[in-house]
């Protein structure tokens, strides 16, 4: 069996005798190293679970859903011609984003509940203004407000022909598998 050392001794006796072909024998071996470094790279990142999420997901009626993903954020794109409905979306594989966006192609928000595990977070609005409500429904069906400064709150902007809603920072932690919403808008 040939040890570190015979190897360093005969490289170094075939130095001697042919310099060239220790030189060539010394790149193709750091480029089979580079290779393999590159394959093991390759291989971790894969195991590491870095690929982009796929997703199924599903709106019922005749809502159309579309998803995109970009940076680590997945936005989910919901086109709402009747003004009320509900989505079903669970992660098939990779990581889960950093970040979920909805944007709810309606005209006011009446009421939106979003439904992940044991979890159940709800916004609604009076019509009379943009001011949206949300709240934490608990277990037994009563609900607990809750602020901006919990890790549940849904930030929600009003653009001028739909609405973006940012799930809350609690869902992409916990990282569900799968995740509901439904929603209504005032001018069904």
Sequence with gaps: MMGFSTSAGLTAMLYLIRPEIVL??????????????????VAMTACTGNQPPQFNAAADKNNQLSLSIENGMTLIDIQSPGGIGKADIELVSGSYPAQIILRLHIKKLEGFKLTYGRTTV????????DTVTQSFIQPDGSERAITSSSPLWMDIQREQEYFDIKFPHALTQEKPESFSFEWIDFYR
Excluded: D, E, Y
């Design 122 to 129: 709800s916004a609604s609005s009076s019509g009379l203004s």
């Design 24 to 41: 060539v024998w010394n790149m193709r071996t750091t480029h089979i190293f580079g290779f393999l470094m590159l394959c093991v790279a």
